[in-house]
């Protein structure tokens, strides 16, 4: 939560929102927003109807959590990318198949972006990008398709 | 480890109202109105 509040201001400036979700009371949220500063809502999904819905309801432990996930929302309410954590979760090649349809990169995405940050140095290997992806390459992803979304 | 059928790629999410932290109504079509949503979903408070 630390590490989105962080970088808050990089996803606004694509234009991407965000919220947090949890099956806890509001009370409990407003203690975590603030203990964490969070400058975005924490949605309270105190009935565990929304983490059902979505297959991300983890029913074993403290009587029925979220499963930690980062799902990418667009304006007409489809999924575009979702990615699942735990060990034991199998990244679907389908589902990267289809991000990368919707939302083709660059055969040199670097040209495609404007290196303005001595950070983005983060080597543009494929490996990196599907299997391993880390904030930064989900930023790197959200924000080339926002670019191309821009240019349509 | 979790219940049901993940959410594909590429499907509708179905419309919710949650509250927030402070109570205050929270309709995922409406934040989408401003653009697109980023969700964390977290394990909660412990």
Redesign the interface.
């Known amino acids: 939560m630390a590490e989105f509040r962080d970088v808050y201001d990089d996803f606004r400036s694509f234009g991407i929102q965000i919220a947090a979700l949890a099956v806890d009371s509001p009370e409990q949220s407003e203690r975590v927003r603030r203990q964490y500063e969070l400058p975005f809502p924490i949605l309270c999904d105190t009935q565990k109807e929304v983490v059902r819905a979505w297959g991300l309801f983890n029913a074993e432990e403290k009587g029925g959590i979220a499963v930690g996930a980062v799902v990418l929302v667009g304006r007409d309410r489809r999924i575009r990318l979702m990615m699942v954590e735990g060990v034991a979760t199998r990244v679907r090649a389908a589902d990267l198949l289809e991000f990368f349809r919707a939302h083709p990169l660059p055969a040199n995405s670097a040209d495609d972006m404007p290196s303005n940050s001595a950070d983005d140095v983060t080597p543009n290997t494929p490996r990196q990008r599907a299997i391993f992806p880390s904030l930064v390459d989900v930023g790197r992803a959200i924000r080339n398709s926002l670019t191309r979304a821009r240019k349509l | ?16 109202t ?6 205050a109504p ?1 309709t ?2 409406s ?15 412990w």
Do not use: C, N, T, W
């Not at chain 2, 949650?18 to 109570?23: E, F, K, M, P, Q």
């Open positions: 480890m979790s219940e049901g059928q993940k959410l594909r790629v590429g499907a509708l999410a179905e419309d919710f949650l509250a927030d932290s402070v109570g929270r995922l079509s934040m989408l109105s401003d653009g697109p949503l980023l969700i964390i979903f977290y394990r909660g408070y």
